[in-house]
């Protein structure tokens, strides 16, 4: 399991060029076969939120997802929910990606009951090797 918190850096309050995601070794860490990533990704993207406009974020991870051939594990349900001039708006950047072969194993739920303005995502594998046990791992933003 990779948690990841996907942040721009600052500098001198203003957001720069490059990440610590950006920088991570990801060769080594997604060439694992039973790998989960998951976490705030700070990625909004019509590719997993329909309603979204490509923003912060975004470009890195739709290559990443191309590139080490993983796939997106959500519910749907937004993730992010904040308000803004008395308007809410919600947003899926809080997700859960793995290979092609683990995605039929896991399973994930959203719970928007949360005293942050991100949900908890929860996920739960299923591994033959175990004979069905399930191993639960819950996430908030």
Known sequence: MVNVYHQLR????????????????????????????GGDLNAHSDRWDPPCQPKRGSTFWKNHMDEYDLVDVIDGEPTHMTNRKGETWESRIDLFRTKASMAA??????????????????????LKEWEGAKVSIKMTG
């Open 10 to 37: 600052q500098q001198e309050g203003v957001s720069s060029q490059g990440s610590p995601a950006q920088e991570t070794r990801w060769k080594e860490i997604i060439g694992l076969e039973k790998i989960i990533l």
């Open 105 to 126: 194993r896991l399973e994930t739920a959203t719970d928007s009951v949360s005293t942050s303005d991100h949900a908890i995502e929860c996920a739960q594998l299923g």
